[in-house]
């Protein structure tokens, strides 16, 4: 059984790291090519891994290009994992490796289908959220479940501590999936579609803090758009004020070195934040 992994984030890197803990091995990896990354937020390199375990590396545009569907022909590939990659794979894609693509979306499927699904989770007020592989097809985060493995949202838990929780997510359900694909034994379940949900993207302008905002609302904003995201923000005369952290009160009070949001039930304290000079 070949396996080869598309992916150019850390969420990627860890699954492919977590494989090879559990003494897995990868027969091919594609990735996009280094000047392409420069300006891809959040892009990382895996040429180190690779080298280190002897991968072959193939660096590619775009999925659905001639290269990457050669390169699995050429490589033998069973099952490919697409992680960590925006473009859509098209048909020809999907059904290039005998065995299937898998894909991976961290909520817990099908509630969440769609895009900015840690921040949306934080933002819902939900107490739980997860990660789901998938066997891919032409639909978004339509395909029949692998695996899932649940992540428990704690109060104030922030963007970062959760992108934390849902990279370990990855990692553990990655591992279990891995042999039972290799073993053969893995079981597909078809997602329930009465039960699906949708979440929309999300802009850096979807963090614009409004006055007749709530202090709860407010404070799920804050925490569900701080790094590795662009940051909840006020504008204020000439200035932009982006917050990283801060704390929500019903009553007025002081906290040194704060930043005060007036919000329709209290205040917002903004404890870390940065300020840009608009033209």
């Known amino acids: 059984m070949k396996f080869a992994f598309v992916t150019c984030v850390q969420i990627g890197l860890s699954c492919m790291e977590a494989i090879y803990s559990v003494n897995g091995k990868l027969d091919l990896i594609m990735t996009i090519p280094d000047e392409k990354s420069k300006n891809?937020?959040?892009?990382?390199?895996?040429?180190?891994?690779?080298?280190?375990?002897?991968?072959?590396?193939?660096k590619i545009n775009h999925i659905n290009d001639k290269e990457a569907i050669e390169a699995l022909k050429f490589f033998d590939i069973d099952w490919l994992f697409l992680i960590g990659w925006s473009?859509?794979?098209t048909l020809n894609l999907i059904e290039t490796p005998k065995e299937g693509v898998i894909g991976a979306h961290p909520t817990l499927l099908p509630e969440g289908r769609g895009r900015a699904a840690i921040p949306w989770a934080i933002i819902k007020g939900n107490?739980?959220?997860?990660?789901?592989?998938?066997?891919?097809?032409?639909?978004?985060?339509?395909?029949?479940?692998?695996?899932q493995e649940i992540v428990h949202i704690d109060n104030g838990e922030t963007a970062t501590s959760l992108y934390q929780k849902v990279n370990q997510a990855h990692e553990i359900l990655i591992k279990k999936l891995y042999f039972n694909l290799k073993n053969r034994?893995?079981?597909?379940?078809?997602q329930d579609d009465s039960k699906a949900t949708y979440w929309e993207g999300r802009t850096p302008?979807?963090?614009?803090?409004?006055?007749?905002m709530s202090i709860e609302e407010a404070d799920r904003l804050v925490r569900a758009t701080t790094t590795p995201y662009p940051g909840a923000f006020i504008l204020n005369d000439k200035h932009k004020i982006i917050i990283w952290e801060g704390i929500a009160y019903k009553n007025k009070t002081f906290i040194s070195g704060?930043?005060?949001?007036?919000?329709?039930?209290?205040?917002?304290?903004a404890t870390k934040f940065d300020v840009i000079e608009l033209d």
């Open 40 to 58: 891809k937020s959040g892009r990382i390199y895996i040429d180190d891994f690779a080298k280190k375990h002897d991968i072959p590396v193939v």
């Open 87 to 89: 473009q859509i794979a």
């Open 127 to 147: 107490d739980k959220t997860g990660v789901t592989f998938f066997m891919m097809d032409e639909g978004v985060d339509t395909g029949m479940i692998l695996g």
């Open 185 to 190: 034994t893995v079981m597909g379940i078809v």
């Open 205 to 212: 302008d979807d963090g614009k803090i409004a006055s007749n």
């Open 258 to 269: 704060s930043y005060e949001i007036i919000l329709n039930n209290g205040f917002f304290y």
